[in-house]
């Protein structure tokens, strides 16, 4: 029944239009329903999208809550942060950034930032 849908992330923000600013600034990212002051819907490639609503819960996670698949991850990575994106670094068993981008033993690659709300996000690329 579901397999066949799409599927989207949901993503708390604490302050909604910090959130509008970071996504629009830091990410390129406008919303859909720009007039709204309590939500926000984004579609980003193959119709995909996300939804931000404020709550006072953002922030909270401790785990990736949504990633972008892209087919360079290092210039995606390179391109964001010259427009002040932090890139986290982690060091796991198993996973550990170099300069913020995990390399896996499959080729695939890996970095995290925080949004403006604290939300975990992602770049990835396939091997």
Excluded: H
């Excluded at 609503?53 to 922030?59: D, E, I, L, R, V």
């Amino acid at each position: 029944m579901l397999k066949d849908q799409q599927v989207g992330a949901v993503l708390p923000a604490q302050d909604i239009a910090r959130a509008r600013a970071y996504y629009s600034e830091k990410l390129g990212l406008e919303p859909e329903n720009p007039d709204d002051d309590d939500n926000l819907q984004y579609r980003c490639g193959d119709g995909t999208g996300f939804f931000l609503y404020q709550t006072s819960n953002a922030g909270t996670a401790k785990n990736t809550q949504m990633g972008w698949t892209v087919s360079d991850v290092r210039a995606t990575v390179q391109e964001l942060r010259g427009k002040g994106v932090k890139f986290e670094d982690y060091d796991f068993p198993g996973l550990k950034t170099e300069d913020g981008i995990a390399t896996m033993p499959d080729g695939s690659a890996a970095a995290w930032f925080l949004d403006s709300e604290g939300n975990i996000l992602s770049i990835n690329q396939t091997g």
